[in-house]
């Protein structure tokens, strides 16, 4: 499919519960890069993936964020345990390495952590 | 000083005008950059990439590259209601590394 897809699109959780985000690239691409959109702070990048290794999570919170890809068609980014101020649409994108650095959004899931 | 940086806006246009945005950036070694538009309450979406300096047209929209000064710009011609969104800009090497978006610049386009 020629499209990011993102689940689940919306997720309402209260503090302290694990939240679970997933990602099936592009067929085909290789790379894979998780953001995170804030009014205040606007579009971050998390960590991204080549090839399913992890190359920088520099820009996620250790401590209770985590990224893998169980394999070339899933992404996963969880949280443990949630915060209100992880509150934010994360997104998801993907691109062919080094063919292009074009980056591809998926919808995104919303998530709100009371 | 923010990586890439761009006029929050909003910035508004008649219907028909050319729309200039513009965006600057501090690390003189990026290579790639990119114009994505996102819609309210919907994901980024590519638009244009540019390289190398000087122009590159697609359709209604002409990006412009300069790297002795820093800055990349998109032009919207014949701007349309349609085209109301916010526009990030983005840029950084062509790995990945280093690589940031702007906080974007809202248009409004008016009837």
């Known amino acids: 499919d020629a499209r990011v897809t993102q689940t689940p699109r919306h997720k309402v959780t209260e503090m302290g519960q694990e939240v679970t985000m997933r990602c099936q690239p592009i067929?085909?691409?290789?790379?894979v890069f998780w953001y995170r959109q804030t009014m205040m702070q606007g579009l971050e990048l998390l960590a991204y993936?080549?090839?399913?290794?992890?190359?920088?999570d520099s820009g996620m919170p250790k401590d209770r964020f985590s990224a893998e890809m169980p394999d070339a068609t899933l992404a996963t980014l969880k949280i443990q345990p949630s915060e209100p101020r992880d509150s934010a649409v994360y997104f998801c994108?993907?691109?062919?390495?080094?063919?292009?650095?074009?980056?591809?959004f998926g919808p995104g899931t919303r998530l709100t952590v009371l | 000083q923010k990586e890439v940086e761009q006029n929050s806006g909003p910035l508004s246009v008649p219907e028909g005008a050319i729309a200039s945005l513009n965006c600057t950036y501090s690390?003189?070694?990026?290579?790639?950059f990119f114009w994505y538009r996102q819609y309210s309450g919907k994901s980024p979406e590519l638009i244009m990439s540019?390289?190398?300096?000087g122009d590159k047209e697609d359709g209604r929209f002409t990006a412009q590259l300069n790297k002795a000064s820093q800055y990349v710009s998109l032009l919207i011609r014949d701007s349309q209601p349609s085209d109301s969104a916010t526009y990030l800009c983005?840029?950084?090497?062509?790995?990945?590394?280093?690589?940031?978006f702007g906080s974007g610049t809202k248009l409004n386009v008016k009837p």
């Open positions: 690390d003189r070694g990026s290579q790639s």
């Open positions: 983005a840029g950084g090497l062509y790995n990945f590394n280093k690589f940031y």
């Open positions: 994108a993907s691109g062919l390495f080094p063919d292009s650095n074009e980056q591809f």
């Open positions: 067929l085909g691409h290789n790379t």
């Open positions: 993936f080549r090839n399913r290794a992890p190359l920088d």
């Open positions: 540019i390289y190398s300096n």
